[in-house]
Protein backbone atom coordinates (compact mmCIF):
# COMPACT_ATOMS: atom_id res chain seq x y z
CA UNK A 1 0.00 0.00 0.00
CA UNK A 2 1.54 3.38 -0.61
CA UNK A 3 2.46 5.58 2.18
CA UNK A 4 0.10 8.03 3.32
CA UNK A 5 1.02 11.56 2.57
CA UNK A 6 2.45 14.08 4.50
CA UNK A 7 4.33 17.01 4.38
CA UNK A 8 7.53 14.99 3.47
CA UNK A 9 5.97 13.62 0.54
CA UNK A 10 7.79 14.96 -2.87
CA UNK A 11 5.69 15.07 -5.45
CA UNK A 12 6.68 14.88 -9.73
CA UNK A 13 3.53 15.35 -12.46
CA UNK A 14 3.21 15.65 -16.21
CA UNK A 15 2.34 18.34 -18.08
CA UNK A 16 0.31 18.09 -21.42
CA UNK A 17 -3.11 19.15 -23.37
CA UNK A 18 -4.75 17.38 -23.35
CA UNK A 19 -3.65 15.18 -20.66
CA UNK A 20 -6.55 13.16 -19.01
CA UNK A 21 -5.91 9.58 -20.84
CA UNK A 22 -2.08 10.15 -19.82
CA UNK A 23 -0.90 6.27 -18.10
CA UNK A 24 2.03 8.12 -16.68
CA UNK A 25 0.80 8.49 -13.46
CA UNK A 26 -0.41 5.06 -13.03
CA UNK A 27 2.96 3.98 -14.32
CA UNK A 28 5.01 5.92 -11.79
CA UNK A 29 2.64 5.62 -8.55
CA UNK A 30 3.18 1.75 -8.81
CA UNK A 31 6.86 2.24 -8.90
CA UNK A 32 7.35 4.54 -6.33
CA UNK A 33 5.04 2.32 -4.38
CA UNK A 34 7.01 -1.16 -4.86
CA UNK A 35 10.09 0.41 -3.48
CA UNK A 36 8.19 2.32 -1.07
CA UNK A 37 9.68 5.90 -1.60
CA UNK A 38 7.51 8.39 -0.07
CA UNK A 39 6.66 9.95 -3.31
CA UNK A 40 3.58 10.76 -5.74
CA UNK A 41 3.24 11.41 -9.26
CA UNK A 42 -0.12 13.61 -10.54
CA UNK A 43 -1.14 15.19 -14.03
CA UNK A 44 -1.78 18.53 -14.55
CA UNK A 45 -3.81 20.31 -17.65
CA UNK A 46 -1.06 22.87 -18.48
CA UNK A 47 -2.49 24.84 -21.93
CA UNK A 48 0.16 26.55 -24.30
CA UNK A 49 -0.87 30.26 -22.84
CA UNK A 50 -0.07 29.24 -19.33
CA UNK A 51 2.98 27.17 -19.61
CA UNK A 52 5.59 29.49 -18.13
CA UNK A 53 3.35 29.99 -15.17
CA UNK A 54 2.93 26.41 -14.87
CA UNK A 55 6.62 25.72 -14.75
CA UNK A 56 7.39 28.47 -12.68
CA UNK A 57 5.20 27.33 -10.39
CA UNK A 58 5.95 24.17 -10.37
CA UNK A 59 9.33 25.15 -9.46
CA UNK A 60 8.15 27.73 -6.76
CA UNK A 61 6.38 24.76 -5.32
CA UNK A 62 9.34 22.31 -5.32
CA UNK A 63 7.75 20.20 -7.44
CA UNK A 64 10.58 17.62 -7.52
CA UNK A 65 9.87 16.75 -11.18
CA UNK A 66 7.93 16.77 -14.50
CA UNK A 67 7.18 14.49 -17.36
CA UNK A 68 6.21 16.85 -20.18
CA UNK A 69 3.82 15.99 -23.20
CA UNK A 70 2.51 17.30 -25.91
CA UNK A 71 1.95 20.07 -27.17
CA UNK A 72 4.78 21.56 -24.68
CA UNK A 73 8.24 19.36 -25.59
CA UNK A 74 9.24 21.94 -27.53
CA UNK A 75 8.30 25.36 -25.76
CA UNK A 76 9.53 23.57 -22.46
CA UNK A 77 13.37 23.86 -23.41
CA UNK A 78 13.18 27.95 -23.23
CA UNK A 79 12.73 27.04 -19.07
CA UNK A 80 15.51 25.10 -18.70
CA UNK A 81 18.56 26.28 -16.71
CA UNK A 82 21.04 23.27 -17.80
CA UNK A 83 19.90 20.93 -21.19
CA UNK A 84 21.43 17.61 -22.32
CA UNK A 85 22.79 16.60 -25.52
CA UNK A 86 19.80 15.14 -26.95
CA UNK A 87 17.40 18.31 -25.70
CA UNK A 88 19.98 20.42 -27.50
CA UNK A 89 20.19 18.27 -30.61
CA UNK A 90 16.21 17.49 -30.73
CA UNK A 91 15.10 20.90 -29.33
CA UNK A 92 12.63 18.88 -26.89
CA UNK A 93 12.47 17.98 -23.30
CA UNK A 94 10.27 15.39 -22.23
CA UNK A 95 11.74 14.72 -18.48
CA UNK A 96 13.03 17.56 -15.92
CA UNK A 97 14.12 17.95 -12.90
CA UNK A 98 14.08 20.17 -10.14
CA UNK A 99 17.27 20.49 -8.74
CA UNK A 100 16.63 23.44 -5.68
CA UNK A 101 15.35 25.76 -8.14
CA UNK A 102 17.19 24.70 -11.46
CA UNK A 103 15.65 23.11 -13.88
CA UNK A 104 17.42 20.25 -15.92
CA UNK A 105 15.72 18.96 -19.16
CA UNK A 106 16.20 15.67 -20.68
CA UNK A 107 14.68 13.52 -23.36
CA UNK A 108 13.94 9.82 -22.94
CA UNK A 109 11.80 9.34 -26.03
CA UNK A 110 14.53 7.98 -27.98
CA UNK A 111 16.29 6.28 -25.15
CA UNK A 112 12.64 4.43 -24.77
CA UNK A 113 12.66 2.91 -28.13
CA UNK A 114 16.65 1.98 -28.11
CA UNK A 115 15.68 0.15 -24.62
CA UNK A 116 12.33 -1.43 -25.82
CA UNK A 117 14.16 -2.91 -28.82
CA UNK A 118 17.50 -4.12 -27.06
CA UNK A 119 15.77 -5.48 -24.04
CA UNK A 120 13.52 -7.57 -26.68
CA UNK A 121 16.50 -9.16 -27.89
CA UNK A 122 16.97 -6.71 -31.30
CA UNK A 123 20.39 -6.18 -31.92
CA UNK A 124 21.24 -2.91 -33.87
CA UNK A 125 25.10 -3.22 -34.94
CA UNK A 126 25.55 -3.40 -38.00
CA UNK A 127 21.46 -2.95 -38.90
CA UNK A 128 19.54 -1.08 -41.44
CA UNK A 129 16.49 0.52 -39.85
CA UNK A 130 13.28 2.32 -42.03
CA UNK A 131 11.67 4.62 -40.23
CA UNK A 132 7.74 5.68 -41.06
CA UNK A 133 7.44 8.98 -39.91
CA UNK A 134 9.31 12.42 -38.99
CA UNK A 135 7.61 13.87 -36.37
CA UNK A 136 9.03 14.50 -32.77
CA UNK A 137 8.86 10.99 -31.61
CA UNK A 138 10.68 10.04 -35.16
CA UNK A 139 13.40 12.27 -34.62
CA UNK A 140 14.42 11.15 -30.69
CA UNK A 141 14.17 7.55 -32.26
CA UNK A 142 16.56 8.69 -35.46
CA UNK A 143 19.29 10.71 -32.95
CA UNK A 144 19.25 7.70 -30.67
CA UNK A 145 19.39 4.66 -33.11
CA UNK A 146 22.42 6.44 -35.39
CA UNK A 147 24.98 5.77 -32.24
CA UNK A 148 24.12 1.57 -32.98
CA UNK A 149 22.74 1.39 -36.51
CA UNK A 150 24.81 1.11 -39.89
CA UNK A 151 21.84 2.86 -42.01
CA UNK A 152 18.59 4.47 -41.23
CA UNK A 153 16.39 5.24 -43.76
CA UNK A 154 13.21 8.01 -43.03
CA UNK A 155 10.68 8.37 -44.84
CA UNK A 156 7.77 10.96 -44.30
CA UNK A 157 4.68 12.38 -46.00
CA UNK A 158 6.66 15.68 -46.13
CA UNK A 159 9.45 14.18 -47.36
CA UNK A 160 11.63 18.12 -46.70
CA UNK A 161 11.25 17.04 -42.80
CA UNK A 162 12.90 13.90 -43.20
CA UNK A 163 15.81 15.36 -45.47
CA UNK A 164 16.08 17.35 -42.67
CA UNK A 165 16.79 14.82 -39.98
CA UNK A 166 18.59 12.98 -42.36
CA UNK A 167 21.52 16.02 -42.91
CA UNK A 168 21.26 16.75 -39.18
CA UNK A 169 22.20 13.47 -38.64
CA UNK A 170 24.83 13.10 -41.09
CA UNK A 171 27.80 14.05 -38.34
CA UNK A 172 27.54 11.07 -36.99
CA UNK A 173 29.19 9.37 -40.23
CA UNK A 174 26.28 6.62 -41.04
CA UNK A 175 24.20 5.56 -44.13
CA UNK A 176 21.63 8.20 -43.52
CA UNK A 177 18.99 8.88 -45.86
CA UNK A 178 15.08 10.92 -45.79
CA UNK A 179 12.48 10.28 -48.72
CA UNK A 180 9.03 10.37 -49.57
CA UNK A 181 6.56 8.44 -47.70
CA UNK A 182 4.50 6.36 -50.42
CA UNK A 183 3.66 2.94 -50.33
CA UNK A 184 6.34 2.34 -53.46
CA UNK A 185 9.21 3.03 -51.67
CA UNK A 186 7.81 1.63 -48.34
CA UNK A 187 8.05 -1.60 -50.34
CA UNK A 188 11.53 -0.51 -51.54
CA UNK A 189 13.26 0.51 -48.18
CA UNK A 190 11.75 -2.94 -46.60
CA UNK A 191 13.96 -5.28 -49.11
CA UNK A 192 16.78 -4.69 -47.57
CA UNK A 193 16.30 -3.64 -43.74
CA UNK A 194 16.16 -5.86 -40.90
CA UNK A 195 14.02 -3.49 -38.55
CA UNK A 196 10.55 -1.69 -39.44
CA UNK A 197 9.86 1.36 -36.67
CA UNK A 198 6.90 3.18 -37.56
CA UNK A 199 6.90 6.29 -35.55
CA UNK A 200 3.12 8.41 -36.93
CA UNK A 201 0.21 8.26 -36.10
CA UNK A 202 -1.44 6.02 -38.67
CA UNK A 203 -2.76 2.73 -36.89
CA UNK A 204 -3.83 5.14 -33.39
CA UNK A 205 -7.74 4.88 -32.62
CA UNK A 206 -10.15 5.14 -33.68
CA UNK A 207 -8.52 4.60 -37.09
CA UNK A 208 -7.46 1.58 -35.84
CA UNK A 209 -7.72 -0.65 -39.47
CA UNK A 210 -5.34 1.44 -41.25
CA UNK A 211 -1.40 0.27 -41.42
CA UNK A 212 1.00 1.79 -44.20
CA UNK A 213 2.77 -1.16 -44.86
CA UNK A 214 1.09 -3.51 -46.83
CA UNK A 215 1.03 -7.29 -45.06
CA UNK A 216 2.79 -8.72 -48.42
CA UNK A 217 6.21 -6.76 -47.60
CA UNK A 218 6.33 -8.34 -44.00
CA UNK A 219 8.57 -11.05 -44.14
CA UNK A 220 9.46 -13.58 -41.14
CA UNK A 221 13.28 -11.94 -40.80
CA UNK A 222 12.03 -8.77 -40.18
CA UNK A 223 11.42 -7.32 -37.21
CA UNK A 224 8.66 -4.58 -36.70
CA UNK A 225 7.60 -2.31 -34.10
CA UNK A 226 5.08 0.38 -33.42
CA UNK A 227 5.13 3.09 -31.41
CA UNK A 228 1.28 3.68 -31.67
CA UNK A 229 0.14 1.93 -28.05
CA UNK A 230 -3.66 2.87 -28.40
CA UNK A 231 -4.56 0.18 -29.39
CA UNK A 232 -1.63 -2.02 -27.73
CA UNK A 233 -2.01 -4.51 -31.19
CA UNK A 234 -2.03 -2.26 -34.19
CA UNK A 235 -2.96 -3.44 -37.76
CA UNK A 236 0.64 -3.27 -38.33
CA UNK A 237 1.43 -5.58 -35.51
CA UNK A 238 -1.28 -7.83 -36.08
CA UNK A 239 0.19 -8.22 -39.53
CA UNK A 240 3.69 -8.42 -38.57
CA UNK A 241 2.81 -11.74 -36.32
CA UNK A 242 0.76 -13.28 -38.79
CA UNK A 243 3.54 -12.86 -41.53
CA UNK A 244 5.85 -14.46 -38.87
CA UNK A 245 7.85 -11.40 -37.93
CA UNK A 246 9.11 -10.55 -34.33
CA UNK A 247 7.24 -7.33 -33.08
CA UNK A 248 7.39 -4.99 -30.15
CA UNK A 249 4.27 -2.53 -29.73
CA UNK A 250 4.46 0.99 -28.14
CA UNK A 251 3.74 -0.18 -25.17
CA UNK A 252 7.27 -0.99 -24.40
CA UNK A 253 8.65 2.26 -25.46
CA UNK A 254 6.10 4.24 -23.43
CA UNK A 255 7.60 1.48 -20.46
CA UNK A 256 11.02 2.29 -21.68
CA UNK A 257 10.88 6.12 -21.70
CA UNK A 258 8.86 6.11 -18.53
CA UNK A 259 11.51 4.21 -16.66
CA UNK A 260 14.78 6.23 -17.81
CA UNK A 261 12.36 8.89 -16.13
CA UNK A 262 12.18 7.86 -13.65
CA UNK A 263 15.69 6.49 -12.46
CA UNK A 264 17.02 10.30 -13.85
CA UNK A 265 14.39 11.50 -10.99
CA UNK A 266 15.07 9.22 -8.39
CA UNK A 267 18.66 7.58 -8.64
CA UNK A 268 16.92 4.40 -7.93
CA UNK A 269 16.79 1.10 -11.15
CA UNK A 270 13.33 0.99 -12.22
CA UNK A 271 11.21 -1.70 -11.51
CA UNK A 272 10.23 -2.90 -15.32
CA UNK A 273 7.66 -5.41 -14.38
CA UNK A 274 6.01 -3.12 -11.78
CA UNK A 275 5.57 -0.82 -14.17
CA UNK A 276 4.44 -2.71 -17.43
CA UNK A 277 1.58 -4.31 -15.01
CA UNK A 278 0.47 -0.90 -14.12
CA UNK A 279 0.17 -0.05 -17.50
CA UNK A 280 -1.51 -3.07 -18.72
CA UNK A 281 -4.09 -3.12 -15.82
CA UNK A 282 -4.53 0.80 -16.58
CA UNK A 283 -5.19 -0.05 -20.22
CA UNK A 284 -7.07 -3.12 -19.60
CA UNK A 285 -9.59 -0.67 -17.30
CA UNK A 286 -9.86 1.78 -20.08
CA UNK A 287 -11.32 -0.96 -22.47
CA UNK A 288 -8.34 -1.01 -25.03
CA UNK A 289 -7.36 -4.28 -26.37
CA UNK A 290 -4.49 -5.51 -24.80
P1 LIG B 1 3.99 14.30 -34.48
O1 LIG B 1 2.69 14.99 -34.67
O2 LIG B 1 5.20 15.08 -34.15
O3 LIG B 1 4.32 13.43 -35.80
C1 LIG B 1 3.33 12.66 -36.45
C2 LIG B 1 3.98 11.95 -37.65
O4 LIG B 1 3.00 11.07 -38.22
C3 LIG B 1 4.42 12.90 -38.76
O5 LIG B 1 5.63 12.42 -39.35
C4 LIG B 1 3.27 12.80 -39.79
O6 LIG B 1 3.69 13.09 -41.11
C5 LIG B 1 2.92 11.33 -39.63
N1 LIG B 1 1.55 11.02 -40.09
C6 LIG B 1 0.39 11.33 -39.46
N2 LIG B 1 -0.67 10.88 -40.19
C7 LIG B 1 -0.13 10.27 -41.29
C8 LIG B 1 -0.71 9.61 -42.42
N3 LIG B 1 -2.03 9.49 -42.55
N4 LIG B 1 0.13 9.10 -43.34
C9 LIG B 1 1.48 9.20 -43.21
N5 LIG B 1 2.07 9.81 -42.15
C10 LIG B 1 1.28 10.34 -41.22
O7 LIG B 1 3.71 13.18 -33.36
P2 LIG B 1 4.78 12.36 -32.50
O8 LIG B 1 4.92 12.97 -31.18
O9 LIG B 1 5.98 12.15 -33.32
O10 LIG B 1 3.95 10.98 -32.26
C11 LIG B 1 3.69 10.07 -33.31
C12 LIG B 1 2.90 8.87 -32.77
O11 LIG B 1 3.70 8.19 -31.80
C13 LIG B 1 1.61 9.24 -32.04
O12 LIG B 1 0.64 8.27 -32.33
C14 LIG B 1 1.97 9.16 -30.56
O13 LIG B 1 0.88 8.82 -29.73
C15 LIG B 1 3.01 8.04 -30.58
N6 LIG B 1 3.99 8.14 -29.49
C16 LIG B 1 4.18 7.04 -28.71
C17 LIG B 1 5.10 7.10 -27.69
C18 LIG B 1 5.30 5.90 -26.83
O14 LIG B 1 5.88 6.05 -25.72
N7 LIG B 1 4.91 4.71 -27.25
C19 LIG B 1 5.85 8.28 -27.45
C20 LIG B 1 5.64 9.38 -28.30
C21 LIG B 1 4.71 9.30 -29.32
Request: with cysteine; proline share 4%; charged share 20%.
Amino acid sequence: MRMAISGRTEVFAVIGDPIEHTLSPAMHNAAFEYLGLDFVFTAFRVTSDELENAVRGACALGIRGLNVTMPHKSSVTEFLDWADPSVKFLGAANTIVNERGRLRGFNTDGIGVLKALKNNGITLTGKKVLVLGAGGAAKAIAFSLMKEVDELCILNRDATKAREIASAMKPFGKIIEGNNLTPQQIQVELQDSDVLINATSVGMAPCTSESLVHPAWLKPDLRVMDIVYNPIETKLIRDAKTAGAKVINGLEMLLYQGAASFEIWTQCKAPIDVMRSALLSRLSCAGATV
